[in-house]
């Protein structure tokens, strides 16, 4: 064996320990089986590994790293048998499993290669089963979780509806309210923006209708004619008119219109109003509704329940006396 070969070994047996150190196991055997590994006690690792895989008891994590102790071990001693049972076992609990060849001899490496292509069917099957094996954790561990968020869901609820109160309202409504002008009767029924608009729609009309009467009454014109009177030739009558001058006729036209346009279309809009009020009319309307539960009162000492205290005076003969009176 050349110099330089020797020297490449060296390196990767120090090398070993510090990385597989790093694989911590929770077993303390475990720890102790890899350890003497490292000093070199194969047949005691091949020995000891087996007799703790028999007892039970691992992870998967521990039980692959100790049937790869045992396999490497009898391997380095040429127990070839052995080492192959190992690390088929291996293999099975680990498909994809591979030694690093910066740490472990290309000999065993190769050693596994070998046996991976010989158990390749073996594998993909294995292969197989894990993938669906991970799909169903998977798919378990999603119900769980579904599952969970409903009964958290669901415990929200319960705790909501138990820290509220259901109040049920009954309004009676009056019938006659419904032939009240200004939508009176929507606002009853809680159309508060139909109501509005009966009510600007009808006020506008009748302020309207009532300035154009005015407007109209203030076109007319009194005067008073004399006349001559015919059961008396020579006495004279005087008759007061009341009338609007031909000059105003426009005028006289224009407020007339307005005033009869406004007024009908008051009335129009009235009908209108009464007629919805009357279709939409309930006698009786429920309105049901959640509220927060108050919380129960809490009694003061004074008034706790089952306890109570009295202080009383009284006077004996030649003095005063006082009493104080616990009841439990």
Known sequence: MSRGLLLLLWVLALAA??????????????DSLRASFEYGKYAEVLDRAGARIDRGGLAEHELVELHKLAGLAAFNLGRTEDATRHLRALLRLDPDYGLDPF???????????ALKEEMSSELEFLRQEQRLRQEREKAEAERRE???????????????LASQVTVRTVEKRNFLVNFVPFGAGQFQQGRTSLGIVFAA????????SIISFFAYDSLFEEQVID????????????????????SRRRQRDTWQLLKLSSAAGFYTIYALGVVDALYHHEDQVIRTTV???????????AEAPGT??????YSPSGGLGAGLTLIF
Do not use: M
């Open 103 to 113: 740490v472990v001899p290309p000999p065993a490496v190769a050693f596994l290669d």
């Open 201 to 208: 729609t009808e006020g506008a009309l009748a302020v309207t």
């Open 17 to 30: 320990p510090a990385t597989v150190l790093a694989q911590d196991s929770g077993d303390s055997e475990v």
């Open 308 to 313: 109570s205290a009295r202080l009383s005076l």
């Open 227 to 246: 006349l001559d009177n015919v059961l008396d030739p020579d006495g004279r009558a005087s008759v007061r008119v009341r009338f609007i001058p031909t």
């Open 291 to 301: 509220e927060p539960r108050a919380p129960p009162p809490t009694p003061s000492r």
């Open 146 to 160: 579904r599952e969970r968020v409903e009964a958290e869901v669901q415990r929200r609820r319960a705790e909501e």
